[in-house]
């Protein structure tokens, strides 16, 4: 009996960890962070304690499936470069990051977000 209980807790811990768990694009958007050195804040509520990025400033989803569509960055005095993760994203349609400092080239891998539309 007390094995099958334990059995139980452990497996309910099991559960509620990987409910917790953050989202492949959630994971992406946390290493594209590390590249950006300076901003006005917008990436405060992008943490990994956070399981959907879908609610993080400046991300738009699509809801049937949740994936990332819309990084909206503009003017948010991002400084750094773009990750090359970025190419990642493979539902993104726009990536609005005018109006900020980043410098460095456009990372060769965006080419794997064939939906994007706007850069």
Not at 30 to 45: K, M, P
Not at 90 to 108: D, E
Request: charge should be neutral; charged fraction near 20%.
């Amino acid at each position: 009996m007390q094995f099958q209980m334990l059995l139980f807790i452990i497996i309910v811990l099991l559960l509620k960890n990987m409910s917790n768990a953050i989202s492949p694009d959630g994971e992406v958007l946390l290493s594209i962070r590390t590249a950006i050195v300076g901003s006005d804040g917008i990436f405060l509520n992008w943490r990994q304690e956070d399981p959907d990025p879908c609610n993080w400033k400046g991300v738009t989803c699509d809801t049937s499936n949740k994936r990332i569509m819309y990084l909206r960055l503009a003017y948010h005095k991002l400084i750094g470069s773009i990750s090359p993760e970025i190419g990642k994203l493979n539902y993104l349609k726009q990536l609005a990051r005018h109006g900020n400092s980043l410098y460095g080239a456009i990372p060769p891998e965006i080419g794997n977000c064939t939906e994007l539309q706007y850069l």
